[in-house]
């Protein structure tokens, strides 16, 4: 009994996260965020669970995977069970994370658990050591400034524009490419 | 900077998601590569001059079925091995039916020969080309496709990276039937599959340099 409520649960999770992420697909700012910070209290959980031993890289890689399906979000089929399309790329980051520090044995599980991801939850986000504003300073400034302005300050790519004195077209195209390049570079400095 | 200001500034104008779908991308490299393909036959080598002849021969739409269903199997395997959590399923089935298709007839072709001309039906008149033409045919959808590939999502680098060039392999194949004057059910069960092959483990090898994202 205890266990299909579980079940349940998990399922009703599901639907409502990708409900909100459908939404924020379609330009749904609002239901976007909703969704990326109920997911990030699952990412972490996912993530401290398997890097017991590593407890000061998790929160960098709950913001690392977090870029990654921001980045990666039009892979998204909704005909697709979300937990497996979250749980596969949390999956590939901590692999990445861990090929680059070569590190496999402070694995605490084995990593094809067939654990539900949206079955844990931690919102106690600890500090990142990496500060990302630093790596998005040295960003080239057709993708910082885009990104300074739309994201940061607020203001809608119009505006950005104007300020910027950039075409609109460049102001998204400079966010777009330049939140890829702030991936890499985390990639990069590990 | 905190994970909940990150996550603001992620959503902030995110707007609704223009990034052309997987299909669209996979369309486009298709197309480039296989005009590319083309390009590099007619440039390097030549269209057999007896085609009109060889399409009336059932053995050439054998030879073609087997790299086309090669072509749309691999394509499938990309497309899931672009996108985070999905399954390959009967995907490798798919694959496999082909070549083991293939490998059936050629033992019935073996059977059949008398026992002189086998080791012609295997090697046919240019066994030692044809394995490397194809894979150099292979080359601009091998780009494009691992380009569109970048761009999505591949979880398992080492898997899509074979796709991919095994997709690569497989529609250079389909062009160079237009130039390879083979028609031997051992000689494509063996030769094609190894130029193919080339491409497939290229991408296998270099997978996780090439698709890292």
Not at chain 1, 65 to 73: F, G, K, P, T, W
Not at chain 1, 134 to 141: E, I, S, Y
Not at chain 2, 73 to 86: C, E, H, K
Request: charged fraction near 20%; include cysteine; hydrophobic fraction near 50%.
């Amino acid at each position: 009994m205890q266990r299909i409520n579980r079940e349940a649960g998990f399922r009703a999770k599901e639907d409502r996260l990708k409900d909100q992420l459908v939404r924020g697909l379609a330009g749904d700012d609002t239901a976007y965020r909703t969704f990326l910070s109920e997911l990030s209290a699952h990412l972490r959980a996912f993530l401290r669970k398997r890097l017991g031993q590593l407890p000061d890289e998790v929160e960098d890689l709950v913001q690392e995977s977090l870029l990654a399906v921001h980045n990666q979000r039009h892979t998204y089929d909704p005909g697709q069970p979300l937990s497996a399309w979250v749980q596969a790329i949390a999956r590939y980051k901590l692999v990445d994370l861990l090929r680059r520090r070569s590190a496999h044995e402070v694995l605490n599980d084995p990593l094809d658990e067939e654990m539900n991801i949206f079955s844990t939850a931690d919102t106690d986000a600890a500090e990142a050591r990496r500060d990302l504003n630093k790596l998005l300073d040295g960003l080239p400034d057709q993708q910082r400034l885009p990104i300074v302005h739309t994201k940061l300050e607020g203001l809608s790519v119009t505006e950005a524009a104007k300020v910027t004195g950039m075409s609109e077209s460049a102001i998204k195209v400079g966010v777009h490419r330049g939140l890829k390049a702030l991936a890499a570079k985390i990639r990069g400095i590990r | 900077m905190k994970t909940d200001d990150f996550i603001s500034m992620l959503a902030t104008e995110a707007g609704a998601i223009s990034a052309p779908s997987a299909t669209r991308r996979y369309a486009t490299a298709m197309a480039w590569g296989a005009a590319g393909a083309m390009l590099l036959l007619i440039t390097f080598l030549h269209v057999r001059h007896d085609l009109a002849e060889v399409v009336l021969l059932p053995m050439f739409w054998v030879k073609l079925g087997f790299v086309a269903s090669l072509s749309v199997g691999s394509l499938f395997a990309v497309f899931r091995l672009s996108r985070p959590g999905a399954k390959l399923d009967w995907v490798p089935v798919a694959i496999l039916g082909p070549v083991f298709g293939m490998w059936a007839i050629a033992i019935f072709a073996f059977l059949d020969a008398e026992p002189l001309d086998r080791s012609k039906l295997f090697f046919g008149e240019t066994w030692k080309t044809c394995p490397l033409l194809i894979a150099m045919l292979s080359a601009p959808v091998f780009v494009a496709v691992i380009r569109a590939m970048k761009e999505l999502a591949p979880t398992h680098l080492r898997l899509a990276g074979f796709s991919g060039g095994l997709l690569s392999g497989a529609v250079a194949a389909v062009v160079y039937c237009l130039h390879c004057p083979e028609l031997g059910a051992p000689f494509v069960g063996f030769w094609y599959l190894l130029g193919m092959l080339i491409p497939a483990l290229i991408g296998a090898c270099f997978g996780e340099s090439l698709l890292r994202w």
